[in-house]
């Protein structure tokens, strides 16, 4: 694998812990995609940068805001692809810190969820870092709320569970047909990242505890211009996925929740006629 070029590997700095030489890192969340979804917070955060490391699913509308003299490292990470390893991306960041750069980690969504964060937060702080977070909207909060339903309600979901379809090596991963059990008694909404390769396996198992006429929303590329979704039921998840097309990145909503995309799609009627 190729990995990528840095200007960081000529530094005598390289391998030595954090000197206190004035650098700095944040680890920035770029939201689901839609530049307007930045906190202003991350805006100055990525304006600020003079070197951004940033992730395959950032959009280029959000790189484009960085400095014109800064440093773009560009650190690809996605399920099923060639990607750069973790701890070459963690090496990459102390270099930079330690030759005194203002260094961004620009992450897909929301760095905490799934993005890796806490690795590269525990790597950085045990070489002496301090570190930086700056929040942003997780694509499993964009994705239902650009469809017009929300995540929780008080008649259909009293919590919502934010679960990875997808296990690191030699882990077993999720345990769904627990999971289904607990959403079906506590009335929770699923909302499952990088499932799509395994949807035929999670459909199987959340059946032994849900209903297979649970409402489904797949969206793919959510809050992007190019954003696609499907709405469909539980007993009906991979085929909808494979008669659809629908690939990753995609996040899969499951819960009654869902059925707030058809209310939302209705006409609507004046306000005297309305439904108290």
Known sequence: MTRPTTPFETSPQNQRPHLGTGGSCTLVGAGPGDPELLTLKALKAIQA???????????????????PTARIVHVGKRGGCKSTPQAFIEKLMLMAVNEGENVVRLKGGDPFIFGRGGEEVEHLRAAGVPVTVINGITAGLAGLTSLGAPLTHREHAHGVVFVTGHAKPGDAGTDWRQLAATARDAKLTLVIYMGVS?????EQELLT?????????IIQHASL????????????????????GLASPSVIVVGDVVQGIAAAALPQQPAGLRAA
């Open 225 to 244: 211009p190019h954003q696609r979704h499907a709405v469909t039921t539980l007993g009906e998840l991979h085929a909808t996925i494979g008669r659809e």
């Open 49 to 67: 940068a003079t070197v951004l490391l940033v992730d395959d699913l950032v959009s280029d509308a959000i790189v484009a805001f960085a400095s």
């Open 209 to 217: 505890g849900l209903p297979a006429a649970t409402p489904v929303a």
């Open 198 to 202: 395994g949807a035929a396996t999670i």
